[in-house]
């Protein structure tokens, strides 16, 4: 299984807008390029990714074969209090993959 790379501050003061940065290791193949054999090679990707702050839903995106391989995603959440962020990646094929990180809001 792939571990994902992510980059949180450890810390963070209460309403401090923060950056987070996510990469995740996967081919993402789109389904319709033909392989050396000339078959479609079959479709392959992370269809979506959800980050959660205790449980509670803060980010959620849907990805679509367009998508390159390896998806970076960075996005912007408002600091209200200490506790765990959660990165879910879900795709094809049974792909899942799940991390959590702790941030301390002062």
């Given at each position: 299984m792939t571990r994902p790379l992510i980059n949180?501050?450890?810390t963070a003061r209460r309403g401090e807008l923060v950056e987070i940065?996510?990469?995740v290791s996967h081919p993402m193949e789109s389904g319709y390029r033909p392989g050396l054999n000339g078959q479609i090679i079959p479709r392959d990707i992370i269809s979506s990714f959800v980050?959660?702050?205790d449980g509670k839903e803060?980010?959620?995106a849907t990805l679509s074969?367009?998508?390159?391989a390896n998806p970076f995603l960075s996005f912007f959440w408002v600091a209200t209090t200490s506790g765990t962020?959660?990165?879910q990646w879900t795709g094809d094929?049974?792909?899942?993959v799940s991390e959590s990180v702790d941030i301390a809001v002062e």
């Open positions: 949180v501050p450890k940065k996510t990469l980050c959660l702050h803060i980010f959620r074969p367009a998508i390159a962020l959660t990165f094929n049974g792909f899942s």
